[in-house]
């Protein structure tokens, strides 16, 4: 299983971005997203289990929303009220790291 992440780039704090994530061959149910800053270990953001319940680290609560697109093969990561702290790499993943790692996507917050 191949996992591709999009949807970031640079924004300015307060802004806000939408990740996605494909994958070919499989239906998402229980999924998440992670995120790994320069010189920082990887962290769990957000999970999605049997397709609706989530929850989320402490650090974005409330202003970060997981969800299962449709067709069930697209994952989604909604970023709002962005800080530069939430600048990453961000990956999707099952919540138990099942998939292999794909290449992540680049957020950036900064004025």
């Known amino acids: 299983v191949q996992l591709q992440a999009s949807g970031g780039g640079l924004v300015q704090p307060g802004g806000s971005l939408r990740l996605s994530c494909q994958a070919s061959g499989i239906y998402f149910n229980n999924m998440a997203w992670y995120r790994q800053a320069t010189g920082k270990q990887r962290e769990l953001v957000a999970t999605?289990?049997?397709?609706?319940?989530?929850d989320y680290a402490d650090s974005v609560k409330g202003r970060f929303t997981i969800s299962i697109g449709n067709p069930k093969n697209i994952l989604h990561l909604q970023m709002n009220n962005l800080k530069p702290e939430d600048t990453a790499v961000y990956y999707c993943?099952?919540?138990?790291?099942?998939?292999?790692w794909g290449q992540g996507t680049q957020v950036t917050v900064s004025s």
């Open positions: 993943n099952s919540p138990t790291a099942t998939y292999v």
């Open positions: 999605i289990r049997s397709g609706r319940n989530t």
